[in-house]
C-alpha cells in the first residue's frame, strides 16, 4: 500500500511569486485541491483555518517565526511573497477573490546549468598530467594538494547554501541517465525514511509538472529484481532452480529479470539522497576530461533508461 507523505507545512510548494503569482495552484500537490488534507499525516487540514490564521503562517514562514523543523524550507518557498500575496492566497483558500487564474498552468520551464563547466580548464588539466611528470610528490596528489607532512590543511571552502526548491534550476547530468544532482536546499528534507519521504510532494509525476519539478522516471516504479522463493527446499529464481544441479548455476546466470511495473513507488528506490545529492559551490580542484557520448537534447534533464535498460544484454 503506497504512502505518500507530504509537507507538514501551511503554504507548501508556494514558490516564488514569479512563478506562481498568487496562486494556490502549487500547494494542491500537498495539501489537495481544496487544502481538504493533512500534510504530510501532520498539518492542520487548512481549509478548516480561518483566512487570519493563514496570513499569520504564511508570514511567519517568511520572517522565520513560525513552524517547526519545515520552517527553514518554508521560509524559502515564502520569501519571495509580499503582504498581498499572502492576503490573496488566504483570500483564494477561503472562498475570496481568487488571484491570478494563470498560475494553473504548468509551471515555466526552468533552465538547465553545467555544473561540470570548468573541469576541464588546460591550466588545472596541465597541473593534473601525473603521466608526463618527471617527478610526483605528494603536493601534486589527491585533493589536499598540500605536503603530508602538513597538518594544519584548510579544506577548500565552498558556498553550499542553495535557493529553496521550486525557486531553482535544475543541473545538467554528468553523463546519459546518471541521476540528476539537487539544485535546491535540502533544509528540513532529510534524512528520508520509508515513512517520511518530502521528497515526492514535488516529484510525483502527477504533481511535478504542475510545479516545474523533475518528474521521478518510470525506472523507479519498476521493479527489476528477480522473483525468488523457497520452494521445496530449493531457491527458485524467476521460476528456475538455482544450484549445482538446478537450471541456473548460480544468481548470475540471470541476466536481467523480467521487469514488473508497478502502481507506486518500488521501495529498493525510496532514499532519494543515496544517488540524488545536493551540490557547493565549489572551484574545481581536480582536473577532468570527460565527457559523456550522447548527452544532448532532452536526455540533460531527462531520463530514458526504462527503455535502455538491457541494452547489450544478452
Known amino acids: 500500500m503506497r504512502r505518500v507523505m507530504k509537507v507538514a507545512v501551511v503554504g507548501s510548494l508556494i514558490a516564488s511569486t514569479a512563478l506562481y503569482a498568487a496562486s494556490t495552484a502549487g500547494c494542491a500537490g500537498c495539501h489537495g485541491t481544496n487544502f481538504e488534507k493533512h500534510a504530510m499525516g501532520k498539518s492542520k487540514v487548512v481549509k478548516d483555518m480561518s483566512k487570519a490564521d493563514i ?121 546519459v541517465n546518471a541521476p540528476p544532482m539537487i539544485p535546491h536546499s535540502v533544509e528540513g528534507l532529510l534524512p528520508i525514511t520509508q515513512d517520511n519521504n518530502q521528497c515526492l510532494g514535488c516529484h510525483m509525476p502527477d504533481v511535478a509538472k504542475g510545479v516545474g519539478a523533475t518528474p521521478i522516471p518510470a525506472s523507479h516504479f519498476t521493479n527489476y529484481r528477480p522473483t525468488t522463493v523457497l520452494k521445496g527446499g530449493e531457491l527458485v529464481k524467476e521460476g528456475k532452480t538455482v544450484g549445482m544441479h538446478g537450471q541456473l548455476g548460480n544468481v548470475g546466470d540471470i541476466k536481467i529479470a523480467k521487469a514488473k511495473k508497478l502502481n507506486h513507488l518500488y521501495q529498493g528506490r525510496f532514499n532519494c539522497s543515496q544517488c540524488h545529492a545536493p551540490q557547493a559551490d565549489i572551484k574545481p580542484i581536480v582536473g577532468n576530461t570527460f565527457k559523456s557520448d550522447g548527452l544532448v537534447g532532452d536526455l540533460k534533464s531527462s531520463s530514458n533508461l526504462v527503455d535502455v535498460i538491457d541494452e547489450g544484454v544478452e
Do not use: C
Open 55 to 175: 496570513v499569520v503562517a504564511l508570514k511567519g514562514y517568511k520572517a522565520g517565526t513560525y513552524g517547526g523543523a519545515m520552517k527553514g524550507i518554508m521560509k524559502g518557498q515564502v520569501a519571495s511573497l509580499s503582504d498581498a500575496d499572502m492576503q490573496a492566497i488566504a483570500d483564494s483558500i477561503k472562498g475570496g477573490s481568487a488571484a491570478a487564474p494563470a498560475a494553473t498552468a504548468p509551471a515555466a520551464a526552468k533552465k538547465v546549468i553545467n555544473i561540470n563547466e570548468g573541469v576541464d580548464d588546460q591550466k588545472l588539466l596541465d597541473k593534473e598530467d601525473l603521466g608526463n611528470k618527471k617527478v610526483v610528490d605528494e603536493t601534486v596528489l589527491g585533493l589536499r594538494k598540500q605536503t603530508l607532512f602538513e597538518e594544519d590543511v584548510t579544506p577548500v571552502s565552498g558556498k553550499f547554501d542553495r535557493p529553496a526548491a521550486g525557486t531553482s534550476n535544475r543541473f545538467e547530468r554528468a553523463y
